[in-house]
């Protein structure tokens, strides 16, 4: 099985530089189609499904592989020396920022630039750092998942998106987590939010953009200014989108920053 076959890899866009979409948890590269037109003249657009989502092959999931971010941070760089892709830019939402973090950490040179989109490092919170959720609240939340997948989807999907007002966002990310393969979805889920990436971060050395939206129940405003305080190269822009979700609930306000900031302008 090749890495293309694999991560269900597609390629786009008439530009030289590269740039790579990586979605969050329990989402595919669909969570894009709103952003990449707006960079597909400019840049060599990847896009891109982890195992065990969308439309890569679940055959290949390995849960010892798997068992940390740095499998799929693993993945990431195959896929980019499968490409010869180096010096690009990686856009990562949610659990997928810190997942750009890692492989940019391990190969310095395939990133320039890294856009992460409501990241957090940690979830739970420790001591002086805040992420959000007490552990009990992660593990009553993992124990849900475990018990019943669908109605957790259903429950939880329009309360990281946000957005009660349109309530076809909530039912599209509901759809999207439903699609997952339930299994392989529970220990994606363990593996994201109890992770601890916080010491990766100074470890970083491409520009980074932390795009962080308001009223976002999954990674506060506190979070996403710790990331960029961490980083030897963040930026941070605090969007006026709301929810966990802004490539599809505010894709306009988040190619704009992407762009004010990949063109060295004022976020």
Same mark, same amino acid.
């Given at each position: 099985?090749?890495?293309?076959? =694999?991560?269900?890899?597609?390629?786009?866009?008439?530009?030289?530089?590269?740039?790579?979409?990586?979605?969050?948890?329990?989402?595919?590269?669909?969570?894009?189609?709103?952003?990449?037109?707006?960079?597909?003249?400019?840049?060599?657009?990847?896009?891109?499904?982890?195992?065990? #989502?969308?439309? %890569?092959?679940?055959?290949?999931?390995?849960?010892?592989?798997?068992? %940390?971010?740095?499998?799929?941070?693993?993945?990431?760089?195959?896929? #980019?020396?499968?490409?010869?892709?180096?010096?690009?830019?990686?856009?990562?939402?949610?659990?997928?920022?810190?997942?750009?973090?890692?492989?940019?950490?391990?190969?310095?040179?395939?990133?320039? +630039?890294?856009?992460?989109?409501?990241? %957090?490092?940690?979830?739970?919170?420790?001591?002086?750092?805040?992420?959000?959720?007490?552990?009990?609240?992660?593990? +009553?939340?993992?124990?849900?998942?475990?018990?019943?997948?669908?109605?957790?989807?259903?429950?939880?999907?329009?309360?990281?998106?946000?957005?009660?007002?349109?309530?076809?966002?909530?039912?599209?990310?509901?759809?999207?987590?439903?699609?997952?393969?339930?299994?392989?979805?529970?220990?994606?889920? =363990?593996?994201?939010?109890?992770?601890?990436?916080?010491?990766?971060?100074?470890?970083?050395?491409?520009?980074?953009?932390?795009?962080?939206?308001?009223?976002?129940?999954?990674?506060?405003?506190?979070?996403?200014?710790?990331?960029?305080?961490?980083?030897?190269?963040?930026?941070?822009?605090?969007?006026?989108?709301?929810?966990?979700?802004?490539?599809?609930?505010?894709?306009?306000?988040?190619?704009?920053?992407?762009?004010?900031?990949?063109?060295? =302008?004022?976020?």
């Amino acid at each position: 099985m090749t890495t293309l076959r =694999r991560n269900n890899v597609k390629v786009i866009g008439s530009g030289a530089k590269p740039m790579v979409f990586a979605h969050g948890f329990g989402c595919d590269q669909n969570m894009w189609r709103f952003v990449t037109p707006a960079f597909e003249r400019d840049y060599r657009i990847v896009l891109f499904d982890h195992v065990g #989502c969308g439309g %890569s092959q679940l055959s290949a999931y390995d849960p010892q592989k798997y068992s %940390s971010l740095e499998g799929y941070a693993d993945d990431v760089i195959e896929i #980019c020396r499968a490409l010869d892709l180096t010096h690009g830019v990686f856009v990562g939402h949610s659990v997928s920022a810190m997942i750009g973090a890692i492989a940019s950490r391990k190969e310095p040179d395939l990133f320039d +630039e890294l856009v992460m989109i409501g990241p %957090s490092p940690r979830y739970i919170d420790d001591r002086e750092y805040t992420g959000g959720f007490s552990e009990a609240q992660i593990h +009553e939340l993992l124990d849900f998942l475990d018990a019943n997948h669908m109605g957790w989807s259903q429950a939880m999907a329009p309360v990281i998106m946000g957005n009660p007002d349109r309530p076809e966002l909530g039912e599209e990310l509901t759809n999207s987590f439903c699609m997952t393969d339930p299994e392989i979805a529970k220990k994606f889920a =363990r593996v994201t939010f109890l992770s601890d990436n916080r010491a990766d971060l100074p470890a970083v050395k491409a520009r980074c953009l932390v795009l962080q939206c308001s009223e976002d129940v999954i990674a506060p405003q506190s979070v996403g200014e710790y990331v960029s305080r961490q980083l030897p190269n963040g930026e941070f822009v605090l969007l006026q989108a709301t929810g966990h979700c802004p490539n599809l609930s505010a894709p306009e306000e988040t190619v704009a920053a992407m762009k004010a900031f990949l063109e060295g =302008r004022p976020g």
